[in-house]
């Protein structure tokens, strides 16, 4: 299927008339080749000959027969790498799109059940474009080689006779036969010999990922690791992971060696093998020294062409390889998360919550969740001690959190969620202001810096720089109620969103926020009294074992229902809990 899809997919026309143009320049490789190996016969028997004549003419075909090689190789490169790009390009698209869609990326980081997802998509996807069609032109091209210089064996080997058991046997094309014999043995020692590259390759390509998740992490939290002086644990755990790549290179060291002895055996050898048959026959007056030449020259590049799998035998173990990781990784893309948590989004503005507990992903119960209704303009505190599942619940008001059950209806709208550390994209200060919509203009993003005493910044407001270096936790986190007046959400979820700053700004911030947008709902989590007089609700967080008596609110009425997923516009009929 990985292989396939693209063949079948919109852009299979201009794909397959591309290879088509590829192979067509291959076959023009192919005629240079034979007609080469027809003038080596020709030009030797001149010499042999003294026909000095034939040499000026022999030259000429000799340079148009390079011409045409140099030309179709040159092209056949060319094209076979736009090809490669094009195939690349969509394959990337495709698994972007899985990747993105429906928060798979944060539900496989979550679960750790496909390693290096970005490797994936970054280098084994060029794998897979590169080495598959790559393979596939030269196996293309070496059938055509064999079937060529198949013709040309048989014409010029005549017959073997052979006295076996009494009996006198003679063998036509007897030069072809030896060829394909020795070519077949050949690939039979190279399979047996070489089969454990394939799972060193893959191991290889997972270590070598491991190596590089480890120094991205020492770059993005050098700060931290200087602050704890943990340069020593931190040159421990990159020797461990170098470690591994170490020792499984052992591996593919040893391998590497037997098949490259095995394959540089095979080529000489090939050498004599031909030179034992074709030499009898010379000097039985069979063949002049020009048929020599070209039964030697054919007898190799059939072997070469029959070699295919011996000689590509690394390239198809990483492939396989390759392949192996991404058959892994587009299951886990097509694999649909369940929960017994319902978010269903609604054209009512009130939140509201129903019968809610969040679990553990081992399935022990977190927290339980009161029956809520929050109105629009509403603003929420979220109490609990620490660990009790206070961030879980914005996490499952988002639908990021699957374990537990219960149900949720949210209203459909804008909504930013603010964690302690904000993402802070590439790009400049206006692309993060903007992040995730288009640019906003330059003058409204100018009073909002202001506003949330970030002036001195205004100079760079369109300049780009590594942001999430040069801010400080504190500047983040302005940057971040920055955005909200920018983007005006329906609702703001603030994750201890001010922990970074000092009583004085954060106050200043929540004061902005309720002032500037009275129609927001905002949903907090903190442990600052001093923010409690800006929320007119607390939600405490209590043990999951009676849902909707944590709060010492009354539950909703049985007959109050939240509408199925399919009809999200139904208006839910559930009544405000009070706090």
């Known amino acids: 299927m990985l292989l396939g899809a693209y063949w079948r997919s919109e852009e299979k026309w201009s794909a397959i008339g591309l290879l088509a143009l590829v192979i067509l320049l291959k076959m023009g490789t192919v005629y240079a080749a034979v007609g080469i190996s027809n003038w080596q016969r020709n030009f030797f028997d001149a010499l042999v000959d003294h026909r000095r004549e034939a040499i000026g003419t022999l030259m000429l075909t000799l340079l148009l027969l390079v011409s045409i090689a140099v030309l179709a190789k040159a092209f056949s490169v060319w094209f076979s790498q736009l090809l490669t790009l094009r195939w690349r390009s969509w394959l990337v698209d ?95 020692v190279m399979e047996k010999i070489g089969r454990p590259l394939v799972g060193l390759g893959y191991q290889q390509q997972r270590y070598e990922a491991d190596f590089r998740y480890q120094l991205m992490r020492m770059r993005e939290n050098a700060e931290q690791i200087a602050f704890y002086r943990g340069e020593g644990e931190e040159n421990r755990r990159f020797r461990a992971a170098f470690g591994a790549i170490a020792h499984n290179w052992r591996g593919l060291m040893l391998y590497s060696k037997r098949v490259a002895f095995t394959e540089t055996l095979y080529i000489e050898a090939g050498s004599f093998v031909s030179y034992l048959f074709t030499v009898p026959r010379y000097f039985a007056g069979q063949l002049t020294i020009g048929g020599v030449m070209q039964m030697s020259t054919g007898f190799a590049r059939l072997r070469t062409a029959l070699s295919w799998f011996l000689f590509n035998y690394q390239d198809l173990a990483l492939l396989r390889a390759v392949l192996r990781r991404l058959r892994e990784f587009d299951q886990l893309l097509s694999q649909q998360e369940s929960s017994n948590i319902r978010v269903t989004p609604t054209a009512e503005r009130t939140l509201r919550t129903r019968g809610l507990c969040l679990h553990l992903p081992n399935g022990a119960p977190l927290c339980a969740i009161p029956d809520i209704a929050i109105s629009p303009g509403e603003s929420w505190v979220i109490r609990g001690h620490s660990g009790s599942g206070k961030s879980t619940l914005l996490r499952a008001l988002a639908g990021l959190w699957p374990h537990g059950h219960g149900e949720i209806a949210f209203p459909a709208g804008h909504t930013l969620f603010l964690p302690q550390k904000s993402y802070l994209p590439s790009g400049t200060l206006r692309d993060i202001l903007s992040y995730p919509g288009p640019a906003l203009d330059g003058e409204r993003c100018r009073d909002a810096m202001v506003r949330v005493r970030l002036a001195h910044y205004l100079p760079l407001l369109d300049k780009t720089d590594a942001w999430e270096k040069r801010f400080s936790p504190g500047e983040q986190q302005r940057l971040a109620f920055a955005r909200v007046l920018l983007q005006r959400p329906d609702c703001v979820f603030l994750d201890e969103a001010t922990s970074a700053l000092d009583q004085d700004t954060e106050s200043h911030l929540y004061q902005l926020l309720r002032e500037t947008l009275p129609e927001t709902t905002v949903i907090s989590i903190t442990h600052h009294e001093n923010l409690a007089h800006w929320h007119s609700h607390t939600l405490p967080i209590a043990p999951c074992d009676h849902p909707g008596d944590a709060a010492g609110e009354p539950p909703l009425q049985q007959e109050e229902t939240f509408p199925q997923r399919d009809t999200p516009s139904e208006t839910l009929s559930a009544a405000r809990a009070q706090p």
């Open 94 to 188: 495709v698994f972007l799109r899985r990747w993105l869609h429906q928060r798979a990326y944060y539900r496989l980081e979550k679960s750790a059940q496909a390693d290096n997802p970005d490797q994936r998509i970054a280098e084994d996807l060029r794998l897979l474009a590169e080495k598959s069609l790559e393979l596939l032109l030269e196996l293309i091209t070496n059938v055509a080689n064999a079937i060529s210089f198949s013709v040309i064996l048989w014409g010029l080997s005549g017959t073997l006779p052979l006295s076996l058991l009494g009996f006198n046997v003679e063998i036509p094309g007897y030069m072809l036969w030896v060829g394909i014999a020795y070519a077949l043995f050949g690939s039979l």
